[in-house]
């Protein structure tokens, strides 16, 4: 039987990093199923956007580690996320533009694939993006 839900990001880290066993059991059990197709999960940007500070800030895994592994999470076919090519630009660009955030990385990659030229900030970081301008108000 196919069962769905929403995957927090809590279980995301619990997979990735093996800090409390028993949770790391139990979420890499539920990623199997997942890969297996036993049960369908969804993850929202804000989820990923989420596992990607906690894993790179509080546990200070280096972002091309915490890229490799959140990419090999989107190919995963029952794991429902919008948009996974845009997500895995976001992780591509995050680890190639320190000190970039993740959600500024999200932005960039976001108004070039809206079609649009320009982002509007203060943030002087934004404005090295080919393709995106920044812009100051």
Known sequence: ????????????????????????????????RVSSGDIFLH????????????LSKVYRIPRTLVAEKMITL????YLVILDKPLIAATLKLWTEEFPLSFADCYHLILTRSLGLGAIYTFDKKMGRYPGVERIEP
């Open 74 to 77: 989107l190919h995963l076919n």
């Open 43 to 54: 993850v929202s940007h804000t989820v990923l956007f989420e596992t990607a500070y906690v």
């Open 1 to 32: 039987m196919n069962r769905a839900g929403f995957l927090d990001s809590s279980v995301l880290i619990d997979v990735l990093v093996p800090d409390h066993a028993d949770h790391h059991r139990r979420a890499s059990a539920l990623i199997r």
